[in-house]
């Protein structure tokens, strides 16, 4: 059951996991089932490396706030892309990173269709109708709703979010919005940061972003 969302950002009182993220992979195998049954889902923009690098951050996440219904973050945070897979192909990047493109069309369409991929992939696994129907309110508008409505929600949201700090967020989405990583990190510390909605979060992102920053030179290589 989703928890009504404090003030942001979350105060944490756990201890916060800033390691890099590769030193823990997702845990367990218990969401494997939901990951074959969106094997082609993942094959579209790069999700089959931020789905599961992001479900990784939504774990550490999670254990920073351990109130927190963690089986609904995660899966949530797996599918909450996967819509992109279903949408045309050749907008993603002229329509979905370009211009003001939380605004863009096919960003609400991405929205839509993932939760159209819940309803079909978590029933048959056994996920009962409530559960399906929160995972939805998470996945819908999670790029284009301004407020989250949940912890849950805002834990979703950091998780989608810190995997653009790590190197490989960089190279595949600097590539996305046409910009270096130099100026792509520069945007992520001004404009990414800010957005975080949990302290632990704030915490992961500035640790991943320091040492990406340090490891890709983008102090001389700008
Ligand atoms: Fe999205
Ligand atoms: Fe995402």
């Known amino acids: 059951m989703p928890l009504p969302?404090?003030?942001t950002p979350v105060p944490v009182s756990q201890p916060v996991d800033t390691s890099p993220i590769e030193t823990t992979p997702p845990n367990g195998s218990d969401l494997d089932p939901i990951w074959r049954s969106v094997v082609t889902e993942t094959r579209t923009r790069?999700?089959?490396i931020h789905l599961p690098v992001s479900l990784a951050y939504a774990e550490r996440l999670c254990a920073a706030y351990p109130q927190a219904d963690a089986l609904l973050v995660r899966v949530a945070i797996l599918l909450h892309d996967t819509g992109w897979a279903r949408v045309d192909e050749e907008k993603i990047l002229s329509e979905g990173f370009a211009g003001d493109w939380r605004?863009?069309?096919?960003?609400?369409?991405?929205?839509?269709?993932?939760c159209l991929i819940a309803q079909e992939?978590?029933?048959?696994?056994?996920y009962d109708d409530a559960f399906v129907m929160e995972v939805?309110?998470?996945i819908d508008g999670h790029d284009t709703r301004h407020e989250a409505y949940s912890l849950e929600d805002a834990l979703m949201r950091d998780?989608?979010?810190?995997?653009r700090f790590e190197p490989m967020g960089i190279a595949l989405a600097s590539g996305w919005f046409k910009m270096n990583p130099a100026v792509y990190t520069d945007r992520?510390?001004?404009?990414?940061?800010?957005?975080?909605?949990?302290?632990?979060?704030?915490?992961?992102?500035?640790?991943?972003?320091?040492?990406?920053?340090?490891?890709l030179k983008t102090a001389v290589l700008r």
Not at 121 to 126: A, M
């Open 121 to 126: 992939v978590l029933p048959p696994l056994g």
């Open 5 to 7: 969302l404090p003030p």
């Open 46 to 48: 790069g999700n089959d």
């Open 136 to 138: 939805c309110a998470i």
């Open 188 to 215: 992520l510390r001004a404009e990414i940061i800010p957005e975080l909605l949990t302290e632990a979060g704030i915490l992961m992102g500035e640790a991943a972003l320091d040492r990406s920053c340090a490891l």
């Open 103 to 114: 605004k863009a069309a096919i960003r609400y369409e991405h929205e839509k269709q993932g």
């Open 159 to 163: 998780a989608d979010r810190l995997w």
